[in-house]
C-alpha cells in the first residue's frame, strides 16, 4: 500500500485512526481460498481492471446502491489473490490504484460462493468481531457483498455495501443488489472484449500491410505491440 496514495485517499486524521485501529485490533479471519483460485486470479488479470483508473464509468452503481439499501458506503472491489482494489465507491474517498492487502478485507469471504455474502452485525461474527474494520474511521456493523460472477463461475469481486449500524436486507433489495452486481460484471467483462477486438482490428490491418517474408513470430509480436498500446489508449481515454 502506497503511503502517500493512503494517506491522500483517507485524509491524514482518518489515515492516524486507521493504522492506530489495524495496529491494536484482531485481526480478520482469512477464510480458505477458493476452488477455482487459480482461475480465478487468471480472469481477474485478463479483464485488466486493476491497475487503471476506471472510475467514471463505475461510480453510478456505487450509488444505485445507497439508493436500494440506504447504506453509508458502497463499493466495487477488485481481488487479485494479494491485494483488494475498490475501483468505484461512494461514501468514501476512492483511489482506484491504491492496493490495500486482501487478508484485511471482509470482501475476501465473499468469493467462496457465487451467492451474497450478508452480515447484519459485524461486532457479533467471530470472524469479524474487533476487527479494524469495525472500529474508527470505518466504524462498520453492516456487511453485504454481492459477488461480481462471470459467466464461467469465477468471481472477479464484489459489489459490497457497508453500514455503521446493524441492519438486514429484504428479498427485495436482494433481488435488486444481484441484478446490479450483474450490470457491473457485464460492464467489466464488455470493457475488456471491446479492447481485445479494438486491438484485433488495428492489428488485422497492420498485419495485412507487413511483408510476406514476415516470421509468426514477427507478427505475433506486431499484435501484443498492438494490443497493450490500445488497452493503455483506451485506459487514458475512458479511465478520466
Given at each position: 500500500m502506497s503511503l502517500r496514495r493512503a494517506v491522500k485517499a483517507l485524509g491524514f486524521k482518518d489515515f492516524v485512526k486507521m493504522g492506530f485501529a489495524v495496529a491494536t485490533s484482531k485481526k480478520i479471519t482469512v477464510p480458505p481460498s477458493p476452488k477455482n483460485e487459480s482461475q480465478r486470479r487468471n480472469k481477474v488479470n485478463e479483464v485488466a481492471i486493476v491497475g487503471h483508473d476506471f472510475s467514471q464509468q463505475f461510480e453510478i452503481f456505487p450509488e444505485m446502491v445507497k439508493m436500494i439499501v440506504g447504506v453509508d458506503i458502497a463499493m466495487i472491489n477488485i481481488l487479485d489473490g494479494k491485494n483488494q482494489?475498490?475501483?468505484?465507491?461512494?461514501?468514501?474517498?476512492?483511489?482506484?490504484?491504491?492496493?490495500?492487502p486482501q487478508k484485511m478485507s471482509i470482501c475476501q469471504h465473499a468469493l467462496l460462493s457465487p451467492e451474497p455474502l450478508v452480515i447484519p452485525d459485524l461486532s457479533k461474527d467471530d470472524r469479524f468481531a474487533g476487527s479494524h474494520l469495525t472500529k474508527p474511521p470505518t466504524n462498520a456493523r453492516f456487511y453485504a457483498g454481492f459477488p461480481l460472477n462471470t459467466p464461467e463461475g469465477l468471481v472477479l469481486g464484489t459489489l459490497c455495501a457497508v453500514h455503521r449500524q446493524p441492519r438486514k436486507l429484504d428479498d427485495e433489495q436482494q433481488r435488486l443488489m444481484k441484478q446490479l452486481a450483474k450490470a457491473v460484471t457485464d460492464q467489466i467483462l464488455m470493457r475488456n472484449e471491446q479492447t481485445k477486438?479494438?486491438?484485433?482490428?488495428?492489428?488485422?490491418k497492420r498485419l495485412a500491410r507487413l511483408p510476406t517474408s514476415t516470421t509468426v513470430t514477427e507478427c505475433f509480436d506486431e499484435y501484443l505491440r498492438d494490443y497493450f498500446l490500445v488497452s493503455e489508449m483506451m485506459a487514458l481515454s475512458m479511465g478520466k
Open positions: 482494489f475498490t475501483i468505484g465507491g461512494s461514501g468514501i474517498q476512492v483511489d482506484p490504484l491504491l492496493a490495500m477486438l479494438t486491438a484485433s482490428q488495428v492489428a488485422a
